[in-house]
């Protein structure tokens, strides 16, 4: 299963929006709706930000936002934070009934 | 609160085994199914296994399959994953995480997703 293909980085000013993309195959990300998202600060473990492609786990800013169109999927994250800084990941599951993670991206706040 | 700690990490020389556990607390761990997610250094994340709730069902990444076995024991909360055959390309932080479940009204389904994760546990296989 070959990862997800992600932009390796992504940048924006504080109040800015950043999309960060996410392509998979029909095989994945074009099958199922059961597509997420992940944020890892250097040296933390991952943090679930968005699940079925939209949903947002309590807790998490309404500045994140998730979509989907054919085998790409989206991460869009408005009003950018200082905070926001660091790797994203997208998940999806798979027709083999095993799970892939995109190879990641890194959000700079300038 | 949701926990889980992995332990069982270390040093280990090309062909040698390791078993990592994962412990979890703070939910019903039985009715949740687990994974195992690592990462290499500076790389990415990268999915290895999954069981179900009660162990009965597990899955493996082609890179792992025969090498690799996961198990659970309900009763200790504790998840594991053995690993034999290491290669220098097994080094990475493992990561157990929980799968997302939801419940209605009248059933409760598990997500494919991960919404809670441990601190990971550093593996490095070097001679």
């Known amino acids: 299963q070959s990862a997800l293909t992600q932009p390796p980085s992504v940048s924006g000013s504080p109040g800015q929006s950043v999309t960060i993309s996410c392509t998979g195959t029909?095989?994945?990300?074009?099958?199922?709706?059961?597509l997420s998202w992940y944020q890892q600060p250097p040296g933390t473990a991952p943090k679930l930000m968005i699940y079925?492609?939209?949903i947002r786990p309590s807790g998490v800013p309404d500045r994140f936002s998730g979509s989907k169109s054919g085998n790409t999927a989206s991460l869009t994250i408005s009003g950018l934070q200082a905070e926001d800084e660091a790797d994203y990941y997208c998940?999806?599951?798979?027709?083999?009934?095993?799970?892939?993670f995109g190879g990641g991206t890194k959000l700079t706040v300038l | 609160e949701v926990q889980m700690v992995e332990s069982g990490g270390g040093l280990v020389q090309p062909g040698g085994s390791l078993r990592l556990s994962c412990a979890a607390s703070?939910?019903?761990?039985?009715?949740?199914?687990m994974h195992w997610v690592r990462q290499a250094p500076g790389k990415g994340l990268v999915w290895v296994s999954h069981?179900?709730?009660?162990?009965?069902?597990?899955r493996y990444a082609d890179s792992v399959k025969g090498r690799f076995t996961i198990s659970r024991d309900n009763a200790k909360n504790t998840l594991y994953l053995q690993m034999n055959s290491l290669r220098a390309e097994d080094t990475a932080v493992y990561y157990c995480?929980?799968?997302?479940?939801?419940?209605?009204?009248?059933?409760?389904?598990?997500?494919?997703?991960?919404?809670?994760w441990g601190q990971g546990t550093l593996v490095t296989v070097s001679s």
């Open positions: 029909s095989s994945d990300v074009g099958s199922y709706n059961r």
């Open positions: 995480a929980r799968a997302g479940r939801y419940c209605s009204s009248t059933s409760c389904y598990t997500g494919d997703y991960f919404d809670y």
């Open positions: 998940s999806s599951y798979t027709s083999s009934s095993t799970w892939v």
């Open positions: 069981i179900n709730g009660d162990g009965s069902s597990t």
């Open positions: 703070g939910f019903t761990f039985s009715v949740y199914w």
């Open positions: 079925e492609v939209s």
